[in-house]
DNA sequence: CACAACGTTCCATAATGTGGCACGGGCTAG
DNA sequence: CTAGCCCGTGCCACATTATGGAACGTTGTG
């Protein structure tokens, strides 16, 4: 509602992010606004060090390296990133599929901040900024389960969107779950919310017990095994457990 | 010059990341505006998704997770950052000193992007983010070894800064000093800009040889030891060719 | 209990961003 | 070779938009 300004010049921050090397009518296509105002838009952003002209072709626009000193707290000082790092390495190694690192947005959604490939042919897919909600998969119910009932209700009164048919669709499949996640020290996700992406996750809690993030491995649905879970579940939950150790450690 | 409150904005973002959770009446104090323009700057951030309300104190704003999603290129899909993060660590485990990865940001500075930490009571301490001269440092040095001729003759053009009385003075200086780099494979800093700091460091090249970014090993003064340097030097030119040579295979 | 400090809201004012237009250079098709 | 086109860039009168002082409500403290 205010400053508006302000708000367009970070969507065209964020626009520039997306399609980056941009030019000026490139942007102008994606908003409708003239040129002239993408184009004082971007000197500005450039200006301030959030944006700056492609080496290659000045007349490209992408994004500067400021962007990279201006990192969510979870992240800051990189305690949890350098230490979720080996132990992700390791499950990967162990497990060969895609481990992802993920924290909660403020009762919104989850982002990932960080992954490690496999070397799998067939792999699951998912970019760092990537958000998910809370509900619908792994890494969000294994944040979830550690979050007082309040917020979880809180949760649910803005509504639990379905993503198909086995999305939890009400509160009492959700709490029931996030019991299950709990007892279990891990979450599962069969295709809740992307198609055919099944995951385990466990959460990286702080010295208080608040989650700061999870770690999650996923993979294809094919080559999801009921009969492993509970080993593979151990391992994403030792290895989140470790996690933490390290991060405190520090 | 244009669009003042765009980059107020940013400013304020800039700062609730150094200082986060930060509160509106500490940022008046820090950028001395009243405290509704701030408040109001506050909320239009967090409307745009870039801040949000600290979840145990409602009144402390910090990053929200938007922000990873704007990612410089040389980051983007993460292919160069995922490729270095095992050779990082294995040179970690190697010489057990701090191992940092940067970027060049368009001939201004090189960023430091991600960092290994050693367990060496005594160790350099450089933030994800922290920026510094391409020319006074073994990392950019490193990165100006790989650029065309011309590159380096438009930062000497600009005058090269000295930290101290070792910095590279004079163009002279520093071009032999490049030669050095590129006959070695590998750049060395003794204290040229951040006193009682050393490096080691190497390029990282994309396919056509532009350089992307580089590795680096850095240590206190106090530990560097001259007869070491040609065995460093080589283990961190094979963890950026080891780093390249991933990133392209991926 | 009263004062102080803080976050939040409101509103008249003018400072600020807007966008239509015009310029110049580079590219392509005729 | 040149005419036509498209693109990035710079300008400026207009009015939309952000500004900041002052007042309000709440919290915690002497």
């Given amino acids: 509602m205010e400053m508006k300004s302000v708000i367009r010049s970070l969507r065209v921050l964020e626009a520039v992010a997306q399609h980056q090397?941009?030019?000026v009518g490139e942007l102008t296509k994606i908003f409708g606004l003239p040129?002239?105002?993408v184009q004082r838009t971007l000197v500005t952003l450039a200006e301030a060090g959030w944006l700056r002209a492609n080496r290659k072709d000045t007349t490209r626009w992408e994004i500067g390296a400021r962007v990279?000193?201006?990192r969510p707290a979870a992240l800051q000082g990189s305690s949890l990133y350098a230490a979720a790092r080996e132990p992700m390495v390791h499950l990967r190694d162990t497990l060969n599929e895609t481990i992802h690192l993920s924290v909660p947005d403020a009762l919104q959604c989850v982002v990932v901040v960080d992954r490690v490939d496999c070397d799998q042919a067939v792999r699951t897919f998912i970019n760092i900024g990537d958000t998910s909600p809370?509900?619908?998969t792994a890494t969000g119910r294994a944040i979830l389960a550690h979050l007082p009932r309040?917020?979880?209700e809180e949760l649910v009164a803005r509504g639990l969107e379905r993503f198909n048919d086995s999305t939890p669709a009400d509160a009492a499949a959700l709490l029931a779950e996030l019991d299950r996640v709990r007892a279990d020290g891990y979450a599962v996700n069969l295709n809740q919310y992307r198609p055919d992406v099944?995951?385990?996750a466990a959460a990286i809690l702080d010295s208080d017990g608040t989650p700061l993030a999870a770690v999650a491995v996923s993979m294809p649905a094919s080559r999801y095994q009921p009969d492993r879970l509970p080993k593979w579940g151990r391992l994403v939950a030792d290895t989140a457990?470790?996690?933490s150790a390290r991060r405190l450690g520090a």
């Fill in 68 to 70: 990279l000193a201006v």
């Fill in 241 to 243: 457990t470790e996690i």
């Fill in 134 to 136: 809370l509900h619908a």
């Fill in 198 to 200: 099944c995951a385990v």
């Fill in 35 to 37: 040129k002239s105002t």
């Fill in 150 to 152: 309040a917020d979880v």
């Fill in 21 to 23: 090397p941009v030019t």
